[in-house]
């Protein structure tokens, strides 16, 4: 693979409420600009169905929207923590701290398209990992079918998935939150496609060969702003 370009984006902080039902009414996400194109590191063949993510945040929680092109959509994962990346599914694989020792600890946050979720915990500065994630409390989460779910006799629309973490996740870092302008940390989006046309998409491309999100080195940059979006 060729030399790639570790992607920045500016997060800016919400001035209305946040809900989570998947519809994006919200001023905060209407004004947000879009994280860019997600790439297809390893694309074989098929249809690269797009997808367009945002990223705001509060005093209490980091938010992200996820707007994805799929003409066939799927899921067959309903239990929390069961393998939801083998459904249409978007992720947000979250490095708190930007440098120094936990600069590669991560959360990871995997939830596919009827909201079942996946958390792993990968502190391994600190030797705590949990690649099943039990204490996920406060999580939420709000989707939106364009079409019709494990039917593929039909074309579908798409899909919308928003979620929000809160920042006491990420109590056992060292980096306090809510940021301050300007604190930084790294984060990898991605998106799984399913049983159809099944794909692996991310907006800050892992460098590595075969398919592999769980590459934090590659995470992209985002850096918030305390400019409010209203």
């Known amino acids: ?39 297809f ?34 899921a067959e994962h309903y239990s929390h923590n069961d393998p939801v990346s083998e459904d249409d599914c978007c992720e947000a694989f979250i490095c708190p701290i930007p440098d120094g020792p936990e600069r590669y600890d991560y959360i990871n946050y995997e939830i596919n398209c009827i909201g079942t979720w996946k958390v792993g915990y990968h502190a391994e500065s600190r030797g705590v990992v949990h690649k099943s994630w039990q204490d996920c409390k406060h999580l939420e989460i709000g989707r939106v079918i364009n079409g019709s779910c494990n039917n593929d006799s039909d074309i579908d629309r798409g899909w919308v998935l928003e979620f929000s973490v809160p920042f006491s996740h990420f109590k056992g870092f060292s980096a306090l939150f809510p940021p301050r ?3 930084v940390i790294h984060i990898g989006l991605n998106r799984c496609g399913g049983k159809t046309n099944s794909q692996y998409s991310q907006w800050a491309p892992s460098s590595t060969a075969q398919p592999q999100f769980h ?3 590659d995470f992209g940059k985002v850096i918030f702003s305390t400019e409010l979006l209203k």
Do not use: N
Request: glycine share 8%; with cysteine.
């Open 1 to 39: 693979m060729g030399l790639i370009t570790v992607p920045e984006y500016v997060a800016k902080k919400t001035g209305c409420p946040m809900i989570m039902d998947g519809i994006l009414d919200e001023p905060a996400w209407q004004k947000a600009m879009p994280v860019g194109d997600f790439q």
């Open 41 to 74: 590191p390893w694309f074989v063949s098929g249809e690269k169905e797009q997808t367009e993510a945002k990223i705001v945040w509060d005093d209490e929680r980091i938010y992200f929207a996820f707007r994805c092109d799929d003409k066939h959509i799927w």
């Open 181 to 183: 302008d300007g604190q």
């Open 215 to 217: 590459s934090p080195k």
